[in-house]
């Protein structure tokens, strides 16, 4: 099972970011849940988004509700994260995540706000600046 994650970089404060998750080695997306994660320089990890394709439950970090929006490609085994009015402090590096057999809403919180995983993919930049 591999995990990479992709699609970060340089944005201006209000723009837009789409990072995408590809993940090879599963039989089905619908069995994994996918967590997105962030670290910023001197702070620790936090839970992002939590997304389980097979009900379509979804978790968002209060902080990112409104403006981030999580979906699945079941064909393609992609899962996105999509950045929209991004702010100075979303800069971070984004990881993906996945955790298998979760499903359900209270479980994706549990699992961002818990980093309940068990495979992780490689990191992208998101910075935002001016």
């Known amino acids: 099972v591999q995990l990479q994650a992709s699609g970060g970089g340089l944005v201006q404060p209000g723009g837009s970011l789409r990072l995408s998750c590809v993940a090879s080695?599963?039989?089905?997306?619908?069995?994994?849940?996918i967590g997105w994660f962030r670290q910023a320089p001197g702070k620790e990890r936090e839970g992002v988004s939590c997304h389980a394709s097979s009900d379509g439950s979804a978790y968002y970090l209060d902080s990112v509700k409104g403006r981030f929006t999580v979906s699945s490609d079941k064909a393609k085994n992609m899962v996105y994260l999509q950045m929209n009015n991004l702010k100075p402090e979303d800069t971070a590096v984004y990881y993906c995540?996945?955790?298998?057999?979760?499903?359900?809403?209270?479980?994706?919180?549990?699992?961002?706000?818990?980093?309940?995983?068990?495979?992780w993919g490689q990191g992208t930049q998101v910075t935002v600046s001016s």
């Open positions: 995540a996945a955790s298998l057999g979760l499903v359900g809403t209270q479980t994706m919180g549990i699992m961002c706000r818990n980093t309940i995983t068990d495979f």
């Open positions: 080695g599963f039989a089905s997306l619908d069995d994994y849940a």
